[in-house]
């Protein structure tokens, strides 16, 4: 069974900085592209950045330069690195994993809130 | 920037069948974006139910099935029931990594 936990949502201030982790269990990441998606409250998703199979990364135009999508093979884990977030980066980040173009195993949300 | 469209609603009463699309403000959806539907009840992930234009993933019931119609991706449900009640994605791969969302479709069964 495949599963994914993801952990490192809350709140923070304008200009600062998070870490999201994704525990992947039932696929290897060797084989498996990862990818981050958000949904800011009342909205729709979103696409937010990928890791190949490979471990070339991803991003929307959005987070470029400021998000930054790792992975663990070891430990088979996912991370995103959430730096100068800004109000509009507020959503719930689902994990999801990718084996073709798509997305097919989904991990349960964590809700990031920017605030002051 | 690449804006893929959706209805934003749909009302289908229990047993009919609706179809939803998935198009593109500049262009024509075809196979080769590979477009796949998600669908999501409020508060939970989303769930995949379709991949490559019309690949219902594991367990999806065949009421629901995807195709291309004219220059759009679409998503038919047949026979539908009150728990298909929920926001429908689709998604399109732009290539290079690249995916973008529709804006969802909300489908309404009563």
């Known amino acids: 069974e495949v599963q994914l936990l993801v952990s490192g949502g809350g709140l923070t201030e304008p200009g600062g900085s998070l870490r999201l982790s994704c525990g992947v269990s039932?696929?290897?990441?060797?084989?498996?592209?990862m990818s981050w998606v958000r949904q800011a409250p009342g909205k729709g998703l979103q696409w937010v950045s990928s890791i190949s199979s490979g471990g070339v990364t991803y991003y929307a135009d959005s987070v470029k330069g400021r998000f930054t999508i790792s992975r663990d093979t070891s430990k088979n884990t996912v991370s995103l690195q959430l730096n100068s977030l800004r109000a509009e980066d507020t959503a719930v980040y689902y994990c999801?994993?990718?084996?073709?173009?798509?997305?097919?195993?989904w991990g349960q949300g964590t809700l990031v809130t920017v605030s002051s | 920037q690449t804006v893929v469209t959706q209805e934003p609603s749909f009302s289908v009463s229990p047993g009919g069948t609706v179809t939803l699309t998935c198009g593109l403000k500049s262009g024509s959806v075809s196979t080769n974006f590979y477009p796949s539907w998600y669908q999501q009840t409020p508060g939970q992930a989303p769930r995949t139910l379709i991949y490559n234009t019309n690949t219902r993933s594991s367990g999806v019931p065949d009421r629901f099935s995807g195709s291309i119609l004219g220059n759009k991706a679409a998503l038919t449900i047949t026979g539908a029931q009150a728990d298909d009640e929920s926001d429908y994605y689709c998604v399109l791969y732009m290539g290079s990594g690249v995916s973008v969302f529709g804006g969802g479709t909300k489908v309404t069964v009563l």
């Open positions: 999801a994993s990718r084996y073709g173009l798509y997305f097919d195993y």
């Open positions: 039932g696929i290897t990441l060797n084989l498996y592209a």
